[in-house]
């Protein structure tokens, strides 16, 4: 069955960085786009960054736009965030997810598989 697990989240002072992870399985990896969102307490899930298949394509939440980066590596099967200038507003579970579409898409409700999370805490 398809797995989604992610690594790579802790606590880091604001400023700090963070390399989450997201190794995937059961799936034809090169033909999903991926996708981070995250989910503070009390709030809802919120869109982070999303890639293309290809890794051609990127887009961003404008709260994390040029302190995050998205990246994939189809023959490892991973896609990874890295975070940089963390604030604690960042603090938040992780998930990574995998979309079987084409287009990128920032809903969550159209990707079709999830991870369990990471938990980041930022502290100030």
């Known amino acids: 069955q398809v797995q989604l697990v992610e690594s790579g989240g802790g606590l880091v002072q604001a400023g700090g960085s963070l390399r989450l992870s997201c190794a995937a399985s059961?799936?034809?990896?090169?033909?999903?786009?991926m996708g981070w969102f995250r989910q503070a307490p009390g709030k809802e899930r919120e869109f982070v960054a999303v890639i293309s298949r290809s890794a051609g394509n990127t887009h961003y939440a404008n709260s994390v736009k040029g302190r995050f980066t998205i990246s994939r590596d189809n023959a490892k099967n991973t896609v990874n965030l890295q975070m940089n200038s963390l604030k604690p507003e960042d603090t938040a579970v992780y998930y990574c997810?995998?979309?079987?579409?084409?287009?990128?898409?920032?809903?969550?409700?159209?990707?079709?598989?999830w991870g369990q999370g990471t938990q980041v805490t930022v502290s100030s």
């Open positions: 059961g799936l034809t990896f090169s033909a999903y786009v």
């Open positions: 997810a995998a979309d079987g579409g084409v287009l990128v898409t920032t809903w969550g409700n159209n990707y079709d598989y």
